[in-house]
């Protein structure tokens, strides 16, 4: 089945220590987008690619970097992680305008 | 800016009942919206959307909500609830068809009772 795929479903880093989060679709779309959600609250847009255009949301700490090689697979790079980043990052795409997000199952990040 | 106010944290609903969640959004121009279910420790599943047309909007596992503009509302409504729709529900607004990004209200909680 065509989906979108996050890897790893679990990741624990050291507080300061960059991370890499990952996701991949076999969808084609030509939107991803990355979502930070804590617990207990609605996800919040932190940045999406339309095709390779990056755009970033206003609030989105610089801490956090965003890369898309292809189409198929966009990353999540944070550079020194807070205890305050812990959240579970969720990954979506888009075919294009006017149609739904597709999202995946999530990372949930510790940081220790 | 758009937003979304869902009113209602929790609710509480016996199985076999009938469910409407609220939302209410705030958007300048013809929102596009969605409604998205959330198990625990998984991703958002889309129940369903509306673009424009037809008001009443018909989604997946029995749900359906309608879209009021006079009201800036998008309640979802299901006729008989069933014990596996325990989850939580967001819905959303999105700019640009959604392409720019959801913004999410901040989810009720439904919780099924025997």
């Known amino acids: 089945d065509a989906m979108v795929i996050q890897n790893p479903r679990y990741q624990v880093t050291q507080f300061g220590k960059p991370v890499t989060l990952s996701c991949s679709q076999t969808?084609?779309?030509?939107?991803m987008y990355w979502y930070q959600q804590k617990s207990s609250q609605a996800p919040k847009l932190l940045f999406h690619?339309?095709?390779?255009?990056?755009?970033n949301e206003a609030d989105t700490p610089d801490n956090f970097q965003s890369r898309r090689p292809n189409t198929s697979f966009c990353f999540l790079d944070i550079r020194s992680p807070g205890l305050g980043d812990a959240a579970m990052y969720l990954c979506?795409?888009?075919?294009?305008?006017?149609?739904?997000?597709?999202f995946g199952d999530g990372t949930r990040l510790s940081i220790l | 800016a758009q937003s979304v106010t869902q009113p209602d944290i929790h609710i509480t609903v016996s199985e076999g009942a009938s469910l409407e969640l609220r939302c209410n959004y705030s958007?300048?121009?013809?929102?596009?919206l969605f409604w998205y279910v959330q198990s625990p420790g998984q991703g958002l599943q889309l129940l369903l959307k509306y673009f424009s047309g037809d008001t009443l909007v018909q989604g997946i596992k029995g749900f359906e909500a309608e879209f009021k503009r006079s009201q800036s509302s998008f309640n979802l409504r299901k006729p008989s609830v069933h014990w596996s729709d325990a989850a939580e529900y967001f819905c959303?607004?999105?700019?640009?068809?959604?392409?720019?990004?959801?913004?999410f209200g901040k989810g009720t909680h439904l919780i099924i009772q025997p």
């Open positions: 969808l084609n779309h030509n939107v």
């Open positions: 979506a795409t888009s075919a294009a305008r006017n149609q739904p997000q597709h």
């Open positions: 959303a607004v999105g700019a640009g068809g959604g392409a720019d990004g959801l913004t």
């Open positions: 690619y339309y095709d390779k255009d990056f755009n």
């Open positions: 958007y300048g121009a013809t929102p596009y």
